[in-house]
């Protein structure tokens, strides 16, 4: 079961349980399906959008978006559409109030069907170290893998040192070492048998023995946003 406490924060983990409500929810996937066609950007296990500060370049066949956050390229900056402004605003009010300041300035929509996930990684240097996701229509388990120990940092072990349990409607802040230390993923399984050894941070078991099953029926889709650090106003057409 989830802990008492909505509120967890565990090595730079910050988790807030039904940061919204359900009719909040069906309003911002709405608007999110509402974006046309050539919004999404369709990957190999997913499709996303961006809002928010935009890539110079960006690549010809719509490969990855992460692969060129390392590039250190200044991003064009862009205002976020009203509807995404309000629950940004209401995330940083949010954060304020537990101490933490951060106004985004990008936000990444992923979309995932039940049996698909994202392989390991970090959001790079190209962004302050802190992200925040809020998550709609299906829970997901997100894992953390530590790189502390190894120089390289994209070398990690290949068991998750830390897993969080993120139900539909919550939201999740990532910072400090959590960041800047580990890398993140999500498992492609549509499923999932949980017990203690899972070392999920925000869920307590009564006993050892104890087991949960999960099952995913509906589509995740999760806001994701960030800060990006080198930005540029968009003065290109202004005369």
């Given at each position: 079961?989830?802990?008492d406490?909505?509120?967890?924060?565990?090595?730079?983990?910050?988790?807030?349980?039904?940061?919204?409500t359900?009719?909040e929810?069906?309003?911002?996937?709405?608007?999110?399906?509402?974006?046309?066609?050539?919004?999404?950007?369709?990957?190999k296990?997913?499709?996303?959008?961006?809002?928010g500060c935009?890539?110079?370049?960006?690549?010809d066949?719509?490969?990855?978006?992460n692969?060129?956050k390392?590039?250190q390229?200044?991003?064009?900056?862009?205002?976020f559409?009203?509807?995404?402004?309000?629950i940004?605003?209401?995330?940083?009010n949010?954060?304020?109030?537990?101490?933490?300041?951060m106004?985004?300035n990008?936000?990444?929509?992923?979309?995932?069907?039940?049996?698909?996930?994202?392989?390991?990684?970090?959001?790079?240097?190209?962004?302050?170290?802190?992200?925040?996701?809020?998550?709609?229509?299906?829970?997901?388990?997100?894992?953390?893998?530590?790189?502390?120990?190894?120089?390289?940092?994209?070398?990690?072990s290949d068991?998750?040192?830390?897993?969080?349990?993120?139900p539909?409607?919550?939201?999740v802040?990532?910072?400090?070492d959590?960041?800047l230390?580990?890398?993140?993923?999500?498992?492609?399984?549509?499923e999932?048998?949980?017990?203690?050894?899972?070392?999920?941070i925000?869920?307590?078991?009564?006993n050892?023995?104890?087991?949960?099953?999960?099952?995913?029926?509906?589509?995740?889709?999760?806001?994701t946003f960030?800060?990006?650090?080198?930005v540029?106003k968009?003065?290109?057409?202004?005369?």
């Open positions: 079961m989830l802990r406490d909505p509120k967890v924060a565990i090595n730079n983990i910050k988790i807030e349980n039904d940061f919204i359900e009719v929810a069906e309003y911002l996937l709405s608007k999110v399906y509402a974006a046309p066609k050539p919004k999404w950007v369709q990957l296990n997913r499709r996303l959008q961006l809002y935009q890539y110079l370049k960006r690549n066949n719509k490969a990855e978006i692969q060129q390392e590039t390229l200044p991003m064009i900056k862009e205002e559409p009203i509807w995404l402004e309000k940004s605003q209401r995330i940083s949010f954060l304020r109030g537990i101490g933490v300041d106004v985004p990008q936000c990444l929509i992923n979309e995932y069907f039940p049996n698909q996930g994202i392989f390991r990684h970090n959001d790079g240097p190209a962004f302050k170290p802190m992200i925040c996701t809020l998550s709609l229509g299906e829970y997901t388990i997100l894992n953390f893998f530590d790189t502390n120990k190894f120089e390289d940092l994209e070398l990690t068991f998750p040192s830390t897993k969080v349990y993120l539909k409607n919550s939201l802040f990532i910072s400090e959590a960041y230390k580990n890398l993140h993923s999500i498992d492609d399984f549509g999932d048998f949980i017990n203690k050894n899972d070392k999920i925000n869920f307590d078991f009564s050892e023995n104890e087991t949960h099953y999960l099952k995913k029926t509906n589509t995740r889709v999760s806001l960030r800060i990006a650090k080198n540029v968009n003065n290109f057409f202004k005369f």
